[in-house]
């Protein structure tokens, strides 16, 4: 994706840098995002360098499995954003492998327990795929946010 500004490229990074708190942008759409820094008032996590950035959403609890990594340039007054949205693969494999995992995993347990009625075993297994879709809505939403509000950030600016 290309997105034009006004904008000079110093700019860009001195309007990136201030709404990104510094950090590898590969931890956070993982589980492991508990486990970083986080500043409420920056909507973005990751790094800003002299031409390019990889960043994804400032969040612990309901981190997203995306990044995005683009660079800029400044051509006759405007500057010229590439970017792309990248998988952060252990966190998208976590959501999209882990849950039907432990779905079949939790399923396999109470049959072989055998002392769950079958009628709560399907209540629970619908109650899993419900959150199982729900969670790639979700992802999927969020991905399409995450670009609207870089570009809603570098707009604004």
């Known amino acids: 994706m290309v997105l034009e500004t006004k904008l000079t490229s110093s700019?860009?990074?001195?309007?990136l840098a201030q709404q990104t708190t510094i950090g590898n942008p590969r931890i956070k759409g993982t589980p492991f995002a508990r486990f970083t820094d986080y500043e409420s008032q920056k909507p973005f996590f990751g790094k800003i360098n002299k031409s390019d950035f990889e960043?994804?959403?400032?969040?612990?609890?309901?981190?997203?499995?995306?990044?995005?990594?683009?660079?800029?340039?400044?051509?006759?007054?405007?500057t010229i954003i590439e970017f792309e949205i990248k998988k952060i693969k252990f966190g998208y494999y976590c959501y999209i492998i882990g849950i039907?995992?432990?779905?079949?995993?939790?399923?396999?347990l109470m049959i072989k327990?055998?002392?769950?009625?079958?009628?709560?075993?399907?209540?629970f297994d619908l109650i899993l795929v419900l959150m199982?879709?729900?969670t790639s809505v979700f992802i999927?939403?969020?991905?399409?946010?995450?670009?609207?509000?870089?570009?809603?950030?570098?707009?604004?600016?």
Do not use: C, H, Q, W
């Not at 769950?116 to 399907?122: A, K």
């Open 11 to 15: 700019k860009v990074r001195e309007i």
């Open 55 to 78: 960043i994804t959403y400032n969040a612990i609890f309901f981190p997203i499995p995306f990044y995005i990594s683009g660079n800029y340039l400044t051509i006759n007054d405007k």
């Open 100 to 108: 039907p995992i432990s779905i079949l995993l939790m399923t396999f």
């Open 113 to 123: 327990t055998g002392e769950i009625p079958i009628l709560i075993m399907i209540i």
């Open 132 to 134: 199982f879709a729900l």
């Open 140 to 157: 999927r939403n969020r991905k399409a946010k995450l670009i609207s509000t870089l570009k809603t950030v570098l707009e604004n600016s």
